[in-house]
T-cell receptor, first 114, second 112 residues
Framework: KAGVTQTPRYLIKTRGQQVTLSCSPISGHRSVSWYQQTPGQGLQFLFEYFSETQRNKGNFPGRFSGRQFSNSRSEMNVSTLELGDSALYLC?????????????FGPGTRLTVL | GQQVMQIPQYQHVQEGEDFTTYCNSSTTLSNIQWYKQRPGGHPVFLIQLVKSGEVKKQKRLTFQFGEAKKNSSLHITATQTTDVGTYFCARSRRDSNYQLIWGAGTKLIIKP
């Protein structure tokens, strides 16, 4: 099976702009989670979608939003970008059943806000 | 209560020395998972531990789950340059409102 894909891989934006990142999960995976990772930091959970519904949300401002489509592909949007939003944004998909905790990560989108 | 404490934050070793990272929880875990993130890369799943006292090996890596299922460790014997990266543990989403809870990670650095 193909792995998790994320587009674009790199993005440069300026403050105040908005951005949309895309994630295609592994075929058959209905759960998609998004994380923000800044240099030297761990994985900060943004939100998780399952079957087009947001199942969980981390402690991020409302500028961060997401959605999931019927084919399980997911997008996240950040509006009114701030310098502090510069980070690696990772998407991960998970199977169902006993291995539902296992996260398969995509390569990430590296966002730079100038 | 839901947090996972991972220590140390960094570990500097000479190539060939051993490396260990620990994850601790104040509550019992359904399972614990370990991931590795190489510099410039993304986290990659290594293993999931489920049973009390479980010990699993992957070549030079040994994973342990405590008897009380509240702690876990990852030990690397005779580190190599390919082991460089950050190792994360994560607790089951079943234990925390369906959100995977991550440790802060331990960065393995090989001294030149």
């Amino acid at each position: 099976k193909a792995g998790v894909t994320q587009t674009p891989r790199y993005l440069i934006k300026t403050r105040g702009q908005q951005v949309t990142l895309s994630c295609s999960p592994i075929s058959g995976h209905r759960s998609v989670s998004w994380y923000q990772q800044t240099p030297g930091q761990g994985l900060q959970f943004l939100f998780e979608y399952f079957s087009e519904t947001q199942r969980n949300k981390g402690n991020f401002p409302g500028r961060f939003s997401g959605r999931q489509f019927s084919n399980s592909r997911s997008e996240m949007n950040v509006s009114t970008l701030e310098l502090g939003d510069s980070a690696l944004y990772l998407c991960a998909s998970s199977p169902e059943g006993d291995n539902t905790d296992t996260q398969y990560f995509g390569p990430g989108t590296r966002l730079t806000v100038l | 209560g839901q947090q996972v404490m991972q220590i140390p934050q960094y570990q500097h070793v000479q190539e060939g020395e051993d490396f260990t990272t620990y994850c601790n929880s104040s509550t019992t875990l359904s399972n614990i998972q370990w991931y590795k993130q190489r510099p410039g890369g993304h986290p990659v799943f290594l293993i999931q531990l489920v049973k009390s006292g479980e010990v699993k090996k992957q070549k030079r890596l040994t994973f342990q789950f405590g008897e009380a299922k509240k702690n876990s460790s990852l030990h690397i014997t005779a580190t190599q340059t390919t082991d460089v990266g950050t190792y994360f543990c994560a607790r089951s989403r079943r234990d925390s409102n369906y959100q995977l809870i991550w440790g802060a990670g331990t960065k393995l650095i090989i001294k030149p």
